[in-house]
């Protein structure tokens, strides 16, 4: 049974930076690419960038370049998402999700994260 | 890269036919197969529903089917049913390892 577990609830203050965590079970974490996928309240799915749990490939949206930072630890099964700078517009769900082949098959329980002073 | 576009919202009865689309370009949703969808009850994740344009993965009832023509993918719910209302969200590859969605579709059971 494929599982992604990820870290709990942050509230930080506008201007800090936050990382969440993401671990796998279940499968071997090189053998599945590893998205962040962001939700705010009540609006749409926001695609952020993906970490090849395999060969170490990195991939960020153009949207959150210079802000965010996907890493991984192959050795604890955990991919991790740093998000810097943050500003009251990222309070969102955060979700990891495995790729299988071009869509997103296994979903994380997401991690709310909010910013406020 | 801009959402994909999606009406805000469709209604049926139960037992009726809704159809979601979800318009993209020739970068994303004209340009390859990779279409998915994806059914999002409040406060859960998402869940897959469809894959490669019309695939059904195992557990998803087969009143779920999708298509595409051009730049535009559809997501077909036939029989409706209670169960069936949430939003739904459609996802297209976009080339060079990038990935777009849809600003997603509430649909009502009436």
């Known amino acids: 049974q494929v599982q992604l577990v990820q870290s709990g609830a942050e509230v930080k203050k506008p201007g800090a930076s936050v990382k969440v965590s993401c671990k796998a079970s279940g499968y071997t974490f090189t053998n599945y690419v590893i998205h962040w996928v962001r939700q705010a309240p009540g609006q749409r799915l926001e695609w952020m960038g993906w970490?090849?749990?395999?060969?170490?490939?990195?991939r960020h949206s153009q949207q959150f370049q210079g802000r965010v930072t996907i890493s991984g630890d192959t050795s604890a099964s955990t991919a991790y998402m740093e998000l810097r700078s943050l500003r009251s517009e990222d309070t969102a769900v955060y979700y990891c999700?495995?790729?299988?082949?071009?869509?997103?098959?296994?979903w994380g329980q997401g991690t709310l994260v909010t910013v406020s002073s | 890269q801009s959402a994909l576009t999606q009406p805000r919202s469709v209604s049926g009865s139960p037992g009726q036919s809704v159809t979601i689309s979800c318009t993209g370009t020739s970068s994303s949703v004209g340009g390859y197969k990779y279409v998915s969808w994806y059914q999002q009850h409040p406060g859960e994740a998402p869940k897959l529903m469809i894959y490669d344009v019309s695939k059904r993965p195992s557990g998803v009832p087969d009143r779920f089917s999708g298509s595409k023509s051009g730049i535009t993918a559809s997501l077909t719910i036939s029989g409706l049913q209670g169960e069936d209302e949430a939003d739904y969200y459609c996802?297209?590859?976009?080339?060079?390892?990038?990935?777009?969605f849809g600003g997603g579709t509430k649909v009502t059971v009436l």
């Open positions: 996802c297209s590859y976009a080339g060079d390892y990038t990935w777009v």
């Open positions: 999700v495995g790729e299988s082949e071009y869509y997103f098959h296994f």
């Open positions: 970490i090849n749990g395999g060969v170490g490939n990195i």
